[in-house]
């Protein structure tokens, strides 16, 4: 980590031309249109948000843009998964266009990981690729979906299936918003923190194990947290940025966790992004143990934290039921790391040993998934 202390951090992402730091701290949001004026100076802003960010936290950011003489528009979506449609996709392009903003302006999504993602994919198609800068507000958007690059929307057949990858210039993390989000949401977010143990960090793990009410509570380990997870990510993007290799394992959890998002129909009330990754990552673990990769005793520690934390671990938890175990395949099977037809899944030797494992067969999923079902 570049700099760090106990109330604030900064992370570099390396990429070359398009490098940028994640600036991690409290009243961020304050400082935002100044950090902004430093960076890009003279431009001009459109900010999409969400309804709820937009009661909390909108006017915070407009004052700071305007006291740093940026000229910002603000276009607020519905709050929510569905929200990463084609539909509002066009609301927000519109917005943009509406705005007359040009290709060397930003986009600021101020909100969660949806807004971002559709606010980011919108910056990426707009004059074919504006500029903008990431001021995320929830915890999952915070330590993951704000940096890398990924943008885009679900379609009816699966999550994120159109986008592109299109870098952030800055990522802003004001991490007293946080104080204004859900204890489900924050709790959500932090299935995406535990993540970043389960790949390659066992010492992040065990340290969450023993940190994770402080986590919740706030304060110095809250900051120490997102900023392990935003250098945990960014090591991982400036590897391989275009998901070549390596960045697949920030996948964990998620070929399943996005089978079930799109099985539920991305409605929010029964499932949000963060839940469906717990359960995921659960199920990973288990997958592995019923493949021999790894111990029984890892599969239940894992389910062990992630349920401490109140978090859902099983298929059972999804309220509403599930479809079986053959439509959560065909879900599967429009998973973006599908190759040549075949299957791809992050699964584990243990704690902090995950790997990309291809060609796992369907058959071997069909049996695991039936048996998940019946739990
Ligand atoms: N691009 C990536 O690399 C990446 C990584 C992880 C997740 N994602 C995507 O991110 C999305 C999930 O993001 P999310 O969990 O942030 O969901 P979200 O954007 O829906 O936000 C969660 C909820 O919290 C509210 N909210 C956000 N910040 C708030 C605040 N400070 N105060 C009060 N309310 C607040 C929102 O209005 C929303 O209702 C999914 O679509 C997922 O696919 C993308
Ligand atoms: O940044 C990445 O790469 C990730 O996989 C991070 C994930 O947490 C995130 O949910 C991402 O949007 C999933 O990407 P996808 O390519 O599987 O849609
Ligand atoms: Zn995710």
């Known amino acids: 980590m570049n700099d760090v202390n106990a109330a604030s951090a900064k992370v570099h992402v390396s990429l070359g031309a398009r490098s940028y730091d ?4 409290p009243d961020l949001l304050r400082r935002a249109g100044a950090e902004i004026a430093r ?3 003279g431009v001009r802003a459109a900010i999409v ?21 940026i000229e910002a528009t603000a276009i607020t979506v519905a709050p929510g998964e569905r929200s990463k449609s084609f539909a509002t996709l066009e609301e927000v392009v519109s917005g943009i266009l509406d705005a007359r903003l040009e290709r060397g302006d930003i986009v600021i999504p101020l909100g969660g990981g949806v807004v971002g ?6 910056s990426g198609i707009v004059r074919r690729g504006m500029h903008f800068v990431q001021a995320p507000t929830s915890l999952l958007a915070q330590v993951d979906s704000s940096v890398g690059g990924k943008t885009g929307i679900n379609t009816a057949h699966g999550k994120n ?4 990858f299109h870098q952030p210039q800055l990522v802003i993390a004001d991490t007293a918003v946080l104080d204004t989000l859900s204890p489900r949401e924050f709790r959500a977010g932090y299935a995406e923190v535990a993540k970043y143990g389960l790949i390659d960090r066992p010492e992040f793990f065990a340290w969450l194990e023993k940190n994770w009410q ?5 304060g110095s380990e809250r900051v120490e947290a997102i900023a392990q997870s935003c250098q945990a990510k960014a090591d991982v993007v400036a590897r391989d940025e275009l998901e070549k290799g390596d960045r697949a394992l920030l996948n964990l959890g998620h070929t399943f966790g996005h089978a079930l998002e799109a099985a539920t129909g991305y409605d929010s009330a029964r499932l949000v992004h963060g839940e469906g990754v717990a359960i995921g990552m659960a199920l990973a673990h288990r997958f592995s143990t019923q493949l021999n990769l790894a111990s029984p ?3 239940e520690r894992v389910e062990a934290h992630l349920a401490a934390v109140g978090l859902p671990t099983r298929l059972s938890d999804v309220p509403g039921g599930l479809p079986g175990a053959e439509q959560l395949l065909t879900y599967i099977a429009q998973d973006k790391k599908v190759s040549r037809g075949a299957l791809t899944f992050i699964l584990t030797r243990g704690v902090g040993q995950s790997f990309v494992a291809k060609d796992v067969p369907t058959s ?9 079902l019946s739990q």
């Open 364 to 372: 071997q999923v069909l049996s695991f998934l039936e048996g998940a």
């Open 49 to 69: 948000t969400d309804a709820n960010v937009a009661e909390n936290h909108l006017a915070t950011l407009q004052g700071s843009l305007a006291d740093a003489g």
């Open 161 to 164: 299936l159109v986008g592109v």
């Open 214 to 218: 402080a986590v919740f509570a706030g």
């Open 39 to 41: 960076r890009l100076p």
């Open 117 to 122: 993602d559709l606010a980011g994919f919108a």
């Open 22 to 25: 994640i600036l991690i701290g």
């Open 297 to 299: 005793d890892d599969a």
